[in-house]
């Protein structure tokens, strides 16, 4: 499915000028257009540039072509309709444009909330895995990667992260830095084509502020196995969304009685402290010791990617 603002504009263009510039045909203008008529002799461009063989009755400079372009953006930037580069607004990864979403969900954007995960009728192609990424299915078994939101809640604030896979095969591998400690996510699964969300570079925090929505790590294919040729489903030993929403119950309840028994209780200076009930603190991350920071993320957050390669923090 493509998006819904993507649109296709016949164009025309001048090779003879120095200004390089795409104009919308309009059937109104084709016959009072210079360029499309005997008159073209009289442009300054072509005189400029010498044609051994004329077109009499136009303008052998006149370059026209099929193009798409965003019909939600102000300024259009029209794209040749046989470009082969890769296009989000041709395939389902147009629900994590900002355009489109600010555009389509202005209200649930602005909560950094996405439709795609928090509408129902998507919610069968959103899977969770164990150490709180997500992953989002689209039907060409393309998918997009990030964190859930119970870890963006956790983290609260990223100051950097830097992308360990940054293209091909593999384990997407993010390294986020908080408070000058180095924490590294590692997706569970192969993914193939490999490409991560370069500009959560330059806007760390989009991603604990929109995790489902501009805070997304990586997108990429599904694989397949290299001796038989079939698909190795993405969604396998992960939870769907059901089975997620009474895990993230209980997750909340283990981190409450992790910070209650082994922090809480003894402290990072090793006296001990009263534990008298109550939920763990928004900004939990804040009070914690790296030390501390790293046995929390490797309780709740960490994965064996691939038996001979474990991921570990830093």
Known sequence: MRCLFLREAQVKSCCASPFKKMIVRSSVEADH??????????????KEHREDHPIIDRCPFLQESLTQYCCATPSPKFVPYGDAS??????????????????MYPEMYNA?????????????????????????????RS?????????????????????VTTTGNGFPTVVLTLRGTNLRMVFPHRINQINPN????????????????LGWLFEGMEPRDTSSGMR???????MNSGQAHEWMIRES??????????????????????TDG??????LITHLAPEEMHQLFNEFFQVTADPADPPSTD
């Open 253 to 274: 309840r283990r981190l409450t009685d992790y910070v209650r028994n082994k922090i809480a209780s003894t402290g990072s200076s090793g006296i001990s402290s009263m």
């Open 112 to 140: 950094g909330k996405n439709p795609v995960t928090d509408c129902p009728p998507s919610t069968q192609n959103i899977f969770y895995s164990h150490n709180h990424m997500w992953i989002h299915i689209h039907d060409n």
């Open 232 to 238: 190795v489903p993405l969604e396998a030993g992960l």
């Open 143 to 163: 998918c997009h990667i990030g964190i859930d939101g119970f870890l963006a809640k956790v983290l609260r604030r990223v100051e950097t992260l830097s992308f």
């Open 33 to 46: 257009e210079r360029c499309s008529s005997a008159e073209w002799i009289l442009c300054p461009a072509a």
């Open 86 to 103: 890769p296009s989000c607004c041709r395939i389902e990864s147009h629900v994590y444009c900002e355009l489109y979403l600010s555009t």
């Open 198 to 213: 370069s500009y959560l570079r330059m806007r760390p925090a989009h991603l604990v502020s929109y995790p489902f929505t």
């Open 278 to 283: 109550g939920v763990v603190s928004e900004d």
